[in-house]
């Protein structure tokens, strides 16, 4: 091609459906070919002001087969796009993973629900997922979702989730990201460009999920910096059902909001749960999940994570694919962080 799509000045980008081009770099991208990420980068799906006036599709999603509602001009709605699902791929696989028909699914921060989307196809019509949403500016699309893929075992709660119960401001910093609402503190680089969203309830996930139910639960969590504040809220179900925990670690928005990634290590680790890096390998290792344990002065340098019990329901199912100490490829690209204890 003669048209360099890496130019700044390029012209604006249309709906992709309409291009050859464009389908082609989607399904190499949902094939997850070799260096895929290049090939989307090429194509111009990072340059922001490109797409601001591209439209929302609506597209069925490549493992779920349920119809996605995605906003294009939203940085992580379209890469859900091309991607053909929720664009961090090893949360994906670690759900897969460990997620079985007639289980339960807890996602909090549900977002549009692509992750509730999922879910709601790995536990299916015996199971249950409970979506937890309290950005408005994404509410509507989480119900459409639910609504339009007839999901009546998905139950949206349009609160916030935290160590007490109560109401608090809902924000949105930036331009490019719905997801990206917090309840607390920004960070100083945002300056005036966010937007105040209202007030929101808060719960605590132990006032609405039965710590006493027997059935298997994995929870993802995603909430903006206020992952440890939820974990807290969680307590009895933690110590009854001992779910497997798949949460982001934000230090920069955890520590902002009065918490650490070493807080989460400590409040997990006391309850018996271990720790580990999520791999989901390339297209050579045909993306098979693999868990390296972490020590807890590492956990800080990982984006998504999963802590799982031992004596919880799914360490049967995750326990053949934990690696030996060391063998972290992103930890031998820094060496440093294998002396962190």
Sequence with gaps: MSEDLGATDAPPMTDPRGSLYARGVRVYSHLEFPKYGQVLNRYGMNQQERWAAAPTVEVRGRFHRYWMKLDLADFFQRIAYFFGTYHELD???????????????????????????????????QGQVDSFECNPVVLERLRWHVERNALSWVRVHEVGVSDEAGELDVILPGFDNQAAATLGALPQRYGSDYKALGRTPIVRIDEVVDADDPTPLTVKMDVEGFEAKALAGMTRLLERRRPTLIPEINSEMLELNGSSAEAIYDLLTGFGYRLFALDRGGFKARHRMKLHPLTRGQLRYEKDVMFIHPDGPHWGLAEPRIQPVGMFWRHHQYPHLAHLE
């Design 91 to 125: 949360v994906i696989s670690a759900i897969d993973l460990v997620t079985r028909p007639g289980e339960h699914f807890i996602d909090a921060g549900a977002n549009i629900g692509l992750v509730t989307l999922h879910a709601a196809r790995r536990v299916g019509e």
